[in-house]
């Protein structure tokens, strides 16, 4: 459970990127991390010869994510489930909606399928979501700093196995359990990736 939690800690994280939360909710993450290597111990995934960095927290110092583009052949509203293009909601206003799911099955505030936290007959205030339901046509992914899906990011950074030699010794072996320390250091901030234009 405290593992899943880094993984809410970095979406929340995601989601502050570029609000007044933004440092705050960093800070937060990091404890988070601290907290969990600390009381349970931490490593690097290893499988099929190759070492894997996946925790939300290491990953979320990484300004890098995913940004699809593609063609839709269908959106709705998540309110009504109208087409977008009709919808009588506005993008850049907050409704007093009701939990639940609307006519086209995704909940009427966070737009997901299946949704058990927007409780039927609870209030919430939301702007409409746009719900992409059929694409037409995929064109690329593309590598960028701040996705517009705050949570589109990477979940496994490769790890090469030669620093891991250089820094860890002669005595180090591919498949040797590798600690993950990164959270018990002090925060270099947030790593800028550079990418190809």
């Keep these: 459970m405290a593992r899943k939690m880094l993984g809410v800690a970095a979406s929340a994280f995601w989601n502050a990127e570029d609000t007044e939360l933004e440092e705050s909710v960093h800070h937060e993450m990091d404890s988070y991390g601290e907290w969990v290597r600390t009381t349970f111990g931490c490593h690097l995934a290893y499988g099929s010869g190759h070492y894997h960095q996946r925790c939300p927290v290491a990953i979320a110092h990484k300004r890098i994510g995913m940004s699809i583009g593609f063609v839709a052949s269908k959106r709705i509203c998540s309110i009504c489930a109208d087409d977008w293009a009709d919808c009588p909601h506005s993008s850049n206003e907050l409704y007093e909606v009701c939990g639940g799911s609307n006519p086209e ?41 701040k996705p517009a899906q705050p949570d589109a990011r990477l979940t496994s950074i490769p790890i090469s196995t030669e620093e891991l030699r250089t820094a860890l010794g002669s005595s180090f072996m591919p498949g040797d359990t590798v600690n993950c320390n990164r ?12 990418l190809p234009s």
């Design 105 to 145: 099955g995704y909940c009427k505030v966070c737009g997901k399928q299946d949704c058990t936290r927007h409780l039927p007959g609870q209030t919430y205030r939301t702007p409409p979501i746009a719900i992409v339901t059929e694409i037409e046509r995929l064109n690329e992914v593309s590598l960028v700093p």
């Design 183 to 194: 959270c018990l250091s002090r925060c270099e901030g947030i790593e800028e990736i550079r």
